[in-house]
C-alpha cells in the first residue's frame, strides 16, 4: 500500500553529450547505427525548451481571461484592430483557437439553424394557404422580433454598465445586480424560439382576414374585422408568454444568471413584435395582396396565350 515517487536519469558521464557527441551513436532509417558526429556537427547554443506546434507550424499560445462585463465577440473585434494596427513580421500568422474557435463555430451552426427554421416555416404556410406570396405577410413579424431581442440585450447591457441594475439591487427592487445581456448560445437559442413564437400573431391575423374575404367583405373591411377579433387572443397568448419567461429574464437566482439571456432576448422579442405586428402585418397585407394578385393574373395570361 505505499507508494515511492522513482525518478530515473542517465549517468553524469551519458548526460554529457557535448563531451560524448563524438562517442554518440544513432540509428538511421534501415536501423544501422551510425557515428552523430557523421551527420552532424555539434555547435553549442540556446534554444526553447519546449516546441509547440499547430498544424505543423510552430506557434506561440497566448491565454486571456475576460474581464468582467466583457463579451466574447467585442474582445475580438478589438484584438483584430490591434493587430491590424500593428502589423506582423513576415511569415507570422495568427488564429483565434479555444473559445474563439468554438463562438464561431457556434455563429455558423446557429445562422443554419435560422436559415433552416425560416425556410421550413415558408414551405409549411405555403402548402397549407396554397400561396407562396401569402407567407411573405406572416413572416414580416421575424425581424420585428429578432430586432426587438437586440434591443432588450442592448437595453439591459446599458443599464448594467450604467450601474442602474446594482443600486437597484443594493435597494433590494431587484435581485441580481449584474445580468447576463450578452450575445452568447442562450440567447441565440433564444432567438430560434422566437422564430416559431410570433409567427402565431400574423397567422391569427392573415387567416381570419382571408377567412372575412372568401365570406364577401371588402379587403380593408375583413383586416379590420380580424383586428377587432383578433385583438384579445393575440394579447393573452402574448402576455402569457412574456410572463412566463419573466423569472428566466430576472434570473431569480445566481445559478440562472448565465441563462437569463435567453429570456432577456425571448420577452424583449414577444414585446416589440406583439406590438409592432399589429400595425405593421395589416398594413403590409394589403401590399403582399396586390403583389399576389398580380402574380396570380399574370401566371393566368401567360396560361391562355399559351392555348389553342
Given at each position: 500500500?505505499?507508494?515511492y515517487?522513482?525518478r530515473v ?17 544513432v540509428?538511421?532509417l534501415?536501423g ?6 557523421s ?18 507550424s510552430?506557434s ?7 474581464g ?39 455563429g455558423?451552426?446557429?445562422?443554419i439553424?435560422f436559415?433552416?427554421?425560416?425556410v421550413?416555416?415558408?414551405l ?19 425581424p ?5 431581442a437586440?434591443y ?6 446599458t ?42 400573431n ?8 382571408l377567412?372575412?374575404?372568401a ?11 380580424a ?13 402569457a ?28 422579442g ?6 409592432l ?15 399576389r ?7 393566368r ?8
Amino acid at each position: 500500500g505505499r507508494e515511492y515517487d522513482i525518478r530515473v536519469r542517465l549517468r553524469p558521464g551519458q548526460r554529457d553529450l557535448d563531451a560524448a557527441f563524438g562517442r554518440t551513436w544513432v540509428p538511421n532509417l534501415n536501423g544501422n547505427l551510425v557515428r552523430l558526429s557523421s551527420v552532424a556537427d555539434g555547435v553549442l547554443s540556446s534554444g526553447p525548451s519546449s516546441i509547440t506546434r499547430r498544424d505543423r507550424s510552430r506557434s506561440i499560445v497566448i491565454d486571456a481571461d475576460l474581464g468582467q462585463g466583457a463579451g466574447l465577440g467585442d474582445v475580438l473585434d478589438a484584438t483584430r484592430r490591434v493587430i491590424a494596427a500593428h502589423p506582423l513580421p513576415k511569415g507570422v500568422t495568427y488564429e483565434f483557437v479555444g473559445q474563439a474557435e468554438d463562438f464561431a463555430d457556434m455563429g455558423r451552426n446557429m445562422a443554419i439553424a435560422f436559415l433552416m427554421a425560416i425556410v421550413m416555416m415558408y414551405l409549411v404556410l405555403a402548402s397549407l394557404y396554397e400561396s407562396f406570396i401569402t407567407p411573405l405577410t406572416i413572416l414580416l413579424a421575424l425581424p420585428l422580433a429578432i430586432a426587438g431581442a437586440f434591443y432588450a440585450l442592448f437595453a439591459v447591457g446599458t443599464l448594467d454598465r450604467l450601474g442602474v441594475l446594482a443600486f437597484l439591487h443594493r435597494i433590494h427592487l431587484f435581485h441580481v445586480a449584474n445580468l447576463d445581456a450578452s450575445i452568447n448560445l442562450f440567447s441565440l437559442i433564444g432567438m430560434v424560439m422566437l422564430l416559431g413564437l410570433v409567427a402565431k400573431n400574423s397567422i391569427l391575423l392573415v387567416d381570419l382576414t382571408l377567412q372575412n374575404i372568401a365570406a364577401g367583405l371588402d379587403r380593408r373591411e375583413a383586416l379590420v374585422a380580424a383586428g377587432r377579433a383578433r385583438l384579445r387572443p393575440i394579447l393573452m397568448t402574448s402576455l402569457a408568454l412574456l410572463f412566463g419567461t419573466l423569472p428566466l429574464a430576472l434570473a431569480l437566482n445566481e445559478a440562472g444568471r448565465f441563462r437569463s439571456s435567453m429570456g432577456i432576448a425571448i420577452a424583449g422579442g414577444l414585446f416589440t413584435s406583439t406590438l409592432l405586428t399589429l400595425v405593421v402585418v395589416p398594413a403590409a397585407f394589403e401590399y403582399v395582396d396586390d403583389l399576389r394578385a398580380w402574380i396570380e393574373g399574370g401566371v393566368r395570361r401567360l396560361g391562355g396565350r399559351g392555348a389553342p
